[in-house]
């Protein structure tokens, strides 16, 4: 019986995909809440969801992922607020997401970029809304990372818990300390800050998950999104070409991570192996 159910999971049949679908969507639903309520220090459990312009409580049905946004067209049912969008976006992500990341990967190695996906989620609303990303984003998504990888070391390749860990904390060391040297000499460059502790820290979490190959992708990667919404936004605000423009880099970096898992370890794979059959019939 748990054998079938677990052929079923891990077949990647499409009735199973919508399932992880809706899963992913409920997750964007919780990581919502949890992006709300970390920066206020509101407990996840003290109250029922609520309306965050009147407060009131939300009821079930109108509680449901993208759907009930869709349905009270972007308004609280009780004061008739407008509800930002991006609370159905956020869910949308989640499910598609989720659902990619089965088709790509299957179970169990999905399971792991579940939980990434699930904390860069909460991470990406704050940083858009507050310019913050929680440690418990960073620093939890670090910790995570380190045990996932003992006990699917397949995350890094590796092929024993022992080399899993090692291949993490590698990882994430070597991620964090280059973009903080990157900050660095940014701030020196600038005479300002150049980019936020909560970077450096995310790139750490990157490494445990993705191993340094990976983080160096997803900043890699980030930085050339980060550039184009960079100029989309200046062009977007009618301000002038040079203006200093505060863009939180998070997000490039996440979608730079989302890139990796969905298919740019092979990407960045086939282009070194390009590249080192190139050097070799160029060598003398």
Known sequence: MIGGIWDLLVSRHPVVTAYVFVLGACIGSFANACAYR?????????ERSFCPLCGARIRWS??????????????????GGRISVLYPIV??????????????????????????????LIG??????????PDRVTLGGFAAGVAFSAVLPGLHGADDAL??????????????????????????????????????????CFGAFLGWQGGVF??????VLGAVLGV????????????????PFGPPLMLGAWIW????????????????????????
């Open 232 to 247: 989309g936004c200046l062009w977007v605000s009618g301000r002038k070409w040079g203006t200093f423009m505060a863009i």
């Open 261 to 284: 898992m969905l298919g740019g370890r092979e990407g960045w794979n086939a282009y070194l192996s390009d590249a080192e059959a190139l050097s070799f019939l160029l060598a003398p």
């Open 163 to 204: 080399a899993g860990v090692k291949a993490a904390v590698i990882g994430g060391a070597v991620c964090a300390a280059s973009l903080y040297l990157v900050a660095w000499l940014g701030t020196r460059m600038l005479k300002k800050e150049a980019m936020g502790l909560g970077d450096v820290k995310l790139m750490l």
């Open 91 to 120: 869910e949308l992500l989640g499910g598609v997401l989720f659902a990619a990341l089965y088709a790509r990967h299957g179970l169990p190695l999905a399971s792991a970029y579940w939980v990434l996906t699930g904390m860069l």
């Open 62 to 79: 109108h509680n449901i992922p993208i759907c009930s946004w869709l349905w009270l067209r972007g308004r609280c049912a009780d004061c």
């Open 124 to 133: 990406m609303r704050t940083d858009i809304e507050w310019q913050i990303i």
């Open 38 to 46: 970390i920066p206020r220090e509101i407990g996840l459990s003290d």
């Open 218 to 223: 997803s900043a890699m990667a980030g930085s």
